[in-house]
């Protein structure tokens, strides 16, 4: 029974890449930062979310690509409370020994 259903999604797979206005893999790497920041077009979102349905390996590069995004703003996060915890007069210090 599983392997039945994996041939079926492999052949869905295949057709939906031939309706029109469908996007491919390369194409779905384009549009994913426009899709988290919803600024795709409702048509254009269909499609993108479409393409997420068939294609497991875009669901996985979505997710990967959600937990970067999110790693990036904590390390983010992190340097900023960092910078905001040191001392004025340090900076200037470390910056004056720097320019003798």
């Known amino acids: 029974m599983k392997k039945a259903a994996q041939t079926l ?3 869905m797979h295949g ?3 031939r309706f ?5 893999c390369n194409e779905f790497e384009d ?3 426009a899709y988290l920041e919803d600024e795709l ?3 254009r979102k269909r499609v993108f979310e ?3 349905r068939v294609c497991r390996s875009c669901r996985l590069y979505l997710a990967a690509y959600k937990r970067t995004l999110a790693a990036a703003k904590a390390t983010r ?3 900023d409370e960092l ?4 001392p004025e007069d340090l900076i200037a210090a470390i910056l004056a020994a720097k320019d003798s």
């Open 9 to 11: 999604k492999r052949r």
């Open 15 to 17: 057709v939906m890449f």
């Open 20 to 24: 029109p206005g469908m996007i491919t």
């Open 31 to 33: 549009f994913i930062l």
């Open 41 to 43: 077009p409702p048509a």
């Open 50 to 52: 479409l393409h997420l």
């Open 77 to 79: 996060k992190d340097y």
């Open 83 to 86: 910078e905001a915890s040191v």
